[in-house]
C-alpha cells in the first residue's frame, strides 16, 4: 500500500503527493515515513531534479501522526521501550534534517536542492512539522483549512522537531500558543502570525511552489538558526528579555496545569533547554522530553481515552448493525435554552429543523438565540453573512406540530415534568409518521417510564445534551428497557452528524454522567458541614486537575436545581437516602436566596455585573472550621473516588457497558482530571491494590459510600486492571 508517490516533471520539479489509501485524512505510518525518506533520497540523488514540491491528493494535506505507532514503538522496544521510542523519535528528525538541509554543503551552506510544503487544506500535527522543515512553505487561501501543533491536547506536544523550529521560528513567546494551547488558524491568520509563508488562491497552489522553486537561491534554503549569527526572536534564557519570557511561561503553565499535566512542562523544559544549545541538539533534548512524556503513563491514558477511544466512538463502535440512519429532518419540541442550543447545532450541521414552542414568540426567541450565536460568529470571522443565512433558514420556529410532517427524528426538550412530556409525547406521535424515532432530552427522569406514554415504545430513546449546547461535546444516549437498534442507530447517526461524542448507556437513576458529578459535589458540600476549610476543598479539586471545584460548580448549575434533585431523589429513595447532611447545607443556602451564580450569590460571591469574587466569607460563620483539617491529599481521594466508584458501579450494575464509553464520557461530559483518561483510566495509574487501599480507609473515616466494589477487589487480588484485555472482559 503506497502512500507517497512521486513524479517529476520536464523542468526538473518533482512532486512528491501523500495520499494515504482508504482514509478520508493523511496520517504519518512508520510505511509511510520510510517511503518519504526513499523518495527524498532519489530526488536529491537525481541530477535532473531542481527541487521538490511536498503536496497532498487530498483535499487535506494531514491530519497527524497515527498514534497507534508510538503503541507499537514501545511493543517493539520488549523490555527498553524507552530507547526504542528515543531512537524512533530521531528517525523522525533525521528525516525532516535531511529535508531541511536538502544535500547542501554543511560548511558553505550551498548547492541544497529548494522544498516546497503545498498545503491544500488543514495541516495538524507532523502535517505541520513536515512543512517546517521544508524551506518555504504555501497554503491555499481555504478558509475551512486548520493549521497548528494541537498535540498538547492529547496529552503530548510536538515531538517530530515541531517545538524546536516552532520556538526558533517565532520566539518562545510567539511560539506559546500554538505550542501550549493547541492554538489552529486558517490560512491567512497562520501566515499573519508567521507560521507559513504564503497563501495563494487554490487553483494556483502547484504553479506557485513551482515558481517559487525555479527562482530560488542558495540563501532562500538557509534556515535561520543554520545561518551564522542567528539570534532567537525574543531572547535566549539568558537575554534579559528572554529571561522575562521564560520566567513567565514557568508562571503560566503551573498556573494553567496545576502541575498534573505532564507534556507542558515537558514541552516547557524542551524549549528552555534546547534555546541553550545548538540547533541539532535541541532536536536531542526534544527528543528526550517527548519520550519521557510517552513513557508517563498519564500520557498513554490521554492518547487512549482523547485519541483512540473518542475516534473509535464517533465512529461508531458501539453502533448497532442496521441500515443508515442519518436524519434528514429534525423535530426539536421545546425552544429553551437547551432547545434552541439543539436546533443550532443541528441546523449548522445541514439538517433541516422544525423548533416548536407552545408560544409562537417563544418559538421565535429559540430561533433567536442561533442567530445570536451566529453574529458572534460573523464578529470573530468565523462565519460569513451567506452561511448565517443558509443556517436560519433550515430552522423553522412553529406552533404547529403538523410542521413536523416527514420528521424522521424527534428531540424533545420540555421541561423535566413527566406529565408534560407525556402529553408532547402523545402530540408528536399524532402528527408524525410510524417510522419516526422520538429522543427525550432529560438529565434524570427514567426513559423506560416516559417511554409508556408512547404508542412505539422500540422507537423512543434519551438523548442527554449537556448546556450549553452549542459547545459541550459529548451527548449520552440512553436505551430504555424497550428501545430498539434502530432507535440507537438513529441517535448515534444523529449525533455524528452534529459533530460530538456520543456515549451509549442503558437507563437508571442520573444514567451515567449525573451519576457520577452529584457524588462529586456532594462530598464538596458534605465537607463544608464538617467544618474543612472551603478553600482547601476548592483547590483540592483544582490541584488534580478538576476543572471546577465542587463549590463553584453547583453555583453554576445552580443550588435551586440541586435542591430539587435532592427532593425528588429521597422520594424516590425513602429511607434509603444517604445524602441528608447534604441537604441540610443545601436547603440552608436556598432559604437565604443564595441560588448560586443566576441570583448572584451562592457558595462564592459576585459583584452586581455577576463576576466571581471569591468564597462566601460568612460560610466560616455558619460552618465553623474544625480545628484540624484534613491534609491535601485526603480531601483528594474523596473527592475523587466519589465519582470515580460510582462509575464503577454504574459498570457493575450494568448501565455501562463499555469502560471506554466510561472515560471518554467522564472527561467530555463534566471534566474529570484529563490527565487521567478516566475514572477507569486513573485507576489503572494508581493500580487496583492501591485504590483499594484507598477506599478501605476512607471508609472506615467517612461511611459505606466509599466501599471498594467488588470488580475492584477482584483486580487487586489477580494484578489487573481495567484495560487489561481478560479484565475488561470479566466486568
Same mark, same amino acid.
Given at each position: 500500500?503506497?502512500?507517497?508517490?512521486?513524479?517529476?516533471?520536464?523542468?526538473?520539479?518533482?512532486?512528491?503527493?501523500?495520499?494515504?489509501?482508504?482514509?478520508?485524512?493523511?496520517?504519518?505510518?512508520?510505511?509511510?515515513?520510510?517511503?518519504?525518506?526513499?523518495?527524498?533520497?532519489?530526488?536529491?540523488?537525481?541530477?535532473?531534479?531542481?527541487?521538490?514540491?511536498?503536496?497532498?491528493?487530498?483535499?487535506?494535506?494531514?491530519?497527524?501522526?497515527?498514534?497507534?505507532?508510538?503503541?507499537?514503538?514501545?511493543?517493539?522496544?520488549?523490555?527498553?521501550?524507552?530507547?526504542?521510542?528515543?531512537?524512533?523519535?530521531?528517525? *523522525?528528525?533525521?528525516?525532516?534534517?535531511?529535508?531541511?538541509?536538502?544535500?547542501?554543503?554543511?560548511?558553505?551552506?550551498?548547492?541544497?536542492?529548494?522544498?516546497?510544503?503545498?498545503?491544500?487544506?488543514?495541516?495538524?500535527?507532523?502535517?505541520?512539522?513536515?512543512?517546517?522543515?521544508?524551506?518555504?512553505?504555501?497554503?491555499?487561501?481555504?478558509?475551512?483549512?486548520?493549521?497548528?501543533?494541537?498535540?498538547?491536547? /492529547?496529552?503530548?506536544?510536538?515531538?517530530?522537531?515541531?517545538?524546536?523550529?516552532?520556538?526558533?521560528?517565532?520566539?518562545?513567546?510567539?511560539?506559546?500558543?500554538?505550542?501550549?494551547?493547541?492554538?489552529?488558524?486558517?490560512?491567512?491568520?497562520?501566515?499573519?502570525?508567521?507560521?507559513?509563508?504564503?497563501?495563494?488562491?487554490?487553483?494556483?497552489?502547484?504553479?506557485?511552489?513551482?515558481?517559487?522553486?525555479?527562482?530560488?537561491?542558495?540563501?532562500?534554503?538557509?534556515?535561520?538558526?543554520?545561518?551564522?549569527?542567528?539570534?532567537?526572536?525574543?531572547?535566549?534564557?539568558?537575554?534579559?528579555?528572554?529571561?522575562?519570557?521564560?520566567?513567565?511561561?514557568?508562571?503560566?503553565?503551573?498556573?494553567?496545569?496545576?502541575?498534573?499535566?505532564?507534556?507542558?512542562?515537558?514541552?516547557?523544559?524542551?524549549?528552555?533547554?534546547?534555546?541553550?544549545?545548538?540547533?541539532?541538539?535541541?532536536?536531542?533534548?526534544?527528543?528526550?522530553?517527548?519520550?519521557?512524556?510517552?513513557?508517563?503513563?498519564?500520557?498513554?491514558?490521554?492518547?487512549?481515552?482523547? *485519541?483512540?477511544?473518542?475516534?473509535?466512538?464517533?465512529?461508531?463502535?458501539?453502533?448497532?448493525?442496521?441500515?443508515?440512519?442519518?436524519?434528514?429532518?429534525?423535530?426539536?419540541?421545546?425552544?429553551?435554552?437547551?432547545?434552541?442550543?439543539?436546533?443550532?447545532?443541528?441546523?449548522?450541521?445541514?439538517?433541516?429543523?422544525?423548533?416548536?414552542?407552545?408560544?409562537?414568540?417563544?418559538?421565535?426567541?429559540?430561533?433567536?438565540?442561533?442567530?445570536?450565536?451566529?453574529?458572534?460568529?460573523?464578529?470573530?470571522?468565523?462565519?460569513?453573512?451567506?452561511?448565517?443565512?443558509?443556517?436560519?433558514? @433550515?430552522?423553522?420556529?412553529?406552533?404547529?406540530?403538523?410542521?413536523?410532517?416527514?420528521?424522521?427524528?424527534?428531540?424533545?426538550?420540555?421541561?423535566?415534568?413527566?406529565?408534560?412530556?407525556?402529553?408532547?409525547?402523545?402530540?408528536?406521535?399524532?402528527?408524525?409518521?410510524?417510522?419516526?424515532?422520538?429522543?427525550?432530552?432529560?438529565?434524570?427522569?427514567?426513559?423506560?417510564?416516559?417511554?409508556?406514554?408512547?404508542?412505539?415504545? #422500540?422507537?423512543?430513546?434519551?438523548?442527554? *445534551?449537556?448546556?450549553?449546547?452549542?459547545?459541550?461535546?459529548?451527548?449520552?444516549?440512553?436505551?430504555?428497557?424497550?428501545?430498539?437498534?434502530?432507535?440507537?442507530?438513529?441517535?448515534?447517526?444523529?449525533? @455524528?452528524?452534529?459533530?460530538?461524542?456520543?456515549?451509549?448507556?442503558?437507563?437508571?437513576?442520573?444514567?451515567?454522567?449525573? @451519576?457520577?458529578?452529584?457524588?462529586?459535589?456532594?462530598?464538596?458540600?458534605?465537607?463544608?458541614?464538617?467544618?474543612?476549610?472551603?478553600?482547601?476543598?476548592?483547590?483540592?479539586?483544582?490541584? /488534580?486537575?478538576?476543572?471546577?471545584?465542587?463549590?463553584?460548580?453547583?453555583?453554576?448549575?445552580?443550588?435551586?436545581?440541586?435542591?430539587?434533585?435532592?427532593?425528588?431523589?429521597?422520594?424516590?429513595?425513602?429511607?434509603?437516602?444517604?445524602?441528608?447532611?447534604?441537604?441540610?447545607?443545601?436547603?440552608?443556602?436556598?432559604?437565604?436566596?443564595?441560588?448560586?451564580?443566576?441570583?448572584?450569590?451562592?457558595?462564592?460571591?459576585?459583584?452586581?455585573?455577576?463576576? @466571581?469574587?471569591?468564597?462566601?466569607?460568612?460560610?466560616?460563620?455558619?460552618?465553623?472550621?474544625?480545628?484540624?483539617?484534613?491534609?491535601?491529599?485526603?480531601?483528594?481521594?474523596?473527592?475523587?473516588?466519589?465519582?470515580?466508584?460510582?462509575?464503577?458501579?454504574?459498570?457493575?450494575?450494568?448501565?455501562?457497558?463499555?469502560?471506554?464509553?466510561?472515560?471518554?464520557?467522564?472527561?467530555?461530559? =463534566?471534566?474529570?482530571?484529563?490527565?487521567?483518561?478516566?475514572?477507569?483510566? =486513573?485507576?489503572?495509574?494508581?493500580?487496583?491494590?492501591?485504590?483499594?487501599?484507598?477506599? #478501605?480507609?476512607?471508609?472506615?473515616?467517612?461511611?459505606?459510600?466509599?466501599?471498594?466494589?467488588?470488580?475492584?477487589?477482584?483486580?487487586?487480588?489477580?494484578?489487573?486492571? *481495567?484495560?487489561?484485555?481478560?479484565?475488561?472482559?470479566?466486568?
Amino acid at each position: 500500500m503506497t502512500e507517497f508517490t512521486m513524479a517529476t516533471d520536464a523542468d526538473g520539479v518533482a512532486t512528491i503527493t501523500w495520499d494515504v489509501p482508504g482514509k478520508s485524512m493523511n496520517v504519518l505510518s512508520l510505511a509511510g515515513l520510510a517511503e518519504l525518506n526513499g523518495l527524498i533520497d532519489a530526488a536529491l540523488a537525481d541530477a535532473a531534479v531542481k527541487g521538490v514540491i511536498v503536496t497532498s491528493g487530498k483535499k487535506d494535506f494531514a491530519g497527524g501522526m497515527d498514534l497507534n505507532v508510538i503503541a507499537r514503538m514501545k511493543e517493539q522496544g520488549g523490555a527498553e521501550p524507552a530507547k526504542a521510542v528515543f531512537e524512533g523519535i530521531l528517525q *523522525f528528525h533525521a528525516i525532516l534534517r535531511k529535508i531541511e538541509r536538502a544535500g547542501m554543503d554543511p560548511k558553505t551552506l550551498k548547492g541544497g536542492k529548494p522544498i516546497v510544503a503545498a498545503l491544500p487544506g488543514t495541516a495538524l500535527g507532523i502535517g505541520l512539522e513536515l512543512p517546517l522543515a521544508c524551506h518555504r512553505i504555501i497554503a491555499a487561501d481555504n478558509p475551512k483549512a486548520k493549521i497548528g501543533l494541537p498535540e498538547i491536547m /492529547v496529552g503530548i506536544f510536538p515531538g517530530a522537531g515541531g517545538t524546536t523550529r516552532l520556538v526558533r521560528k517565532l520566539g518562545a513567546m510567539m511560539a506559546a500558543p500554538f505550542l501550549l494551547e493547541g492554538k489552529l488558524s486558517d490560512p491567512k491568520g497562520a501566515k499573519a502570525a508567521g507560521l507559513i509563508d504564503e497563501v495563494v488562491a487554490p487553483e494556483d497552489l502547484l504553479a506557485r511552489a513551482k515558481e517559487w522553486i525555479l527562482a530560488a537561491k542558495d540563501t532562500d534554503l538557509v534556515k535561520p538558526w543554520d545561518a551564522k549569527g542567528y539570534k532567537m526572536p525574543g531572547g535566549t534564557p539568558y537575554h534579559p528579555a528572554g529571561f522575562m519570557t521564560f520566567v513567565g511561561a514557568s508562571a503560566m503553565v503551573h498556573g494553567k496545569t496545576m502541575g498534573v499535566y505532564p507534556a507542558a512542562k515537558a514541552l516547557l523544559a524542551a524549549v528552555y533547554e534546547g534555546s541553550l544549545v545548538p540547533f541539532d541538539t535541541a532536536l536531542k533534548i526534544e527528543a528526550r522530553h517527548f519520550t519521557s512524556v510517552l513513557m508517563n503513563p498519564s500520557s498513554t491514558a490521554m492518547i487512549r481515552s482523547l *485519541f483512540i477511544n473518542k475516534e473509535a466512538l464517533e465512529k461508531g463502535a458501539n453502533r448497532p448493525k442496521v441500515a443508515d440512519q442519518t436524519v434528514k429532518k429534525l423535530g426539536v419540541i421545546g425552544a429553551g435554552m437547551m432547545g434552541a442550543g439543539i436546533a443550532y447545532v443541528s441546523a449548522t450541521a445541514g439538517i433541516e429543523v422544525v423548533l416548536i414552542d407552545a408560544a409562537q414568540d417563544a418559538a421565535d426567541r429559540g430561533k433567536a438565540y442561533s442567530e445570536g450565536l451566529l453574529d458572534k460568529g460573523i464578529q470573530r470571522r468565523k462565519v460569513t453573512a451567506e452561511k448565517k443565512a443558509e443556517v436560519l433558514a @433550515r430552522i423553522t420556529a412553529t406552533t404547529d406540530y403538523a410542521a413536523l410532517v416527514g420528521c424522521d427524528l424527534i428531540v424533545e426538550a420540555v421541561f423535566e415534568d413527566p406529565k408534560v412530556k407525556a402529553e408532547v409525547t402523545a402530540k408528536v406521535e399524532a402528527a408524525v409518521g410510524p417510522d419516526c424515532i422520538f429522543a427525550t432530552n432529560t438529565s434524570t427522569l427514567p426513559i423506560s417510564a416516559l417511554a409508556k406514554a408512547s404508542a412505539r415504545p #422500540d422507537q423512543f430513546i434519551g438523548i442527554h *445534551f449537556f448546556s450549553p449546547v452549542d459547545k459541550m461535546m459529548l451527548v449520552e444516549i440512553i436505551k430504555g428497557k424497550q428501545t430498539g437498534d434502530r432507535a440507537v442507530a438513529k441517535a448515534l447517526d444523529f449525533v @455524528r452528524q452534529i459533530r460530538k461524542t456520543p456515549i451509549v448507556v442503558n437507563d437508571a437513576r442520573f444514567f451515567y454522567a449525573n @451519576r457520577c458529578i452529584i457524588p462529586y459535589i456532594n462530598e464538596g458540600i458534605r465537607m463544608v458541614a464538617e467544618g474543612v476549610e472551603p478553600a482547601l476543598i476548592e483547590n483540592a479539586a483544582k490541584l /488534580v486537575g478538576m476543572p471546577l471545584g465542587p463549590l463553584q460548580l453547583v453555583d453554576e448549575t445552580s443550588i435551586d436545581l440541586g435542591v430539587k434533585i435532592a427532593k425528588a431523589t429521597k422520594a424516590a429513595m425513602g429511607d434509603a437516602y444517604p445524602d441528608g447532611a447534604v441537604d441540610a447545607v443545601l436547603f440552608a443556602m436556598a432559604d437565604q436566596g443564595r441560588l448560586g451564580r443566576k441570583s448572584n450569590a451562592g457558595f462564592y460571591a459576585y459583584d452586581a455585573a455577576g463576576k @466571581r469574587l471569591g468564597l462566601w466569607e460568612e460560610l466560616a460563620a455558619q460552618y465553623p472550621l474544625a480545628e484540624v483539617q484534613p491534609d491535601l491529599t485526603q480531601v483528594q481521594h474523596r473527592l475523587l473516588m466519589a465519582q470515580v466508584l460510582e462509575a464503577v458501579r454504574a459498570l457493575e450494575d450494568g448501565v455501562l457497558t463499555d469502560i471506554r464509553e466510561g472515560d471518554v464520557g467522564a472527561i467530555l461530559g =463534566w471534566g474529570f482530571a484529563p490527565w487521567s483518561g478516566g475514572p477507569f483510566g =486513573w485507576l489503572d495509574i494508581i493500580g487496583a491494590p492501591r485504590a483499594v487501599a484507598i477506599c #478501605d480507609a476512607l471508609e472506615a473515616a467517612h461511611g459505606a459510600r466509599f466501599a471498594a466494589p467488588q470488580v475492584l477487589r477482584d483486580m487487586a487480588a489477580q494484578g489487573r486492571g *481495567f484495560y487489561d484485555p481478560a479484565a475488561a472482559k470479566a466486568a
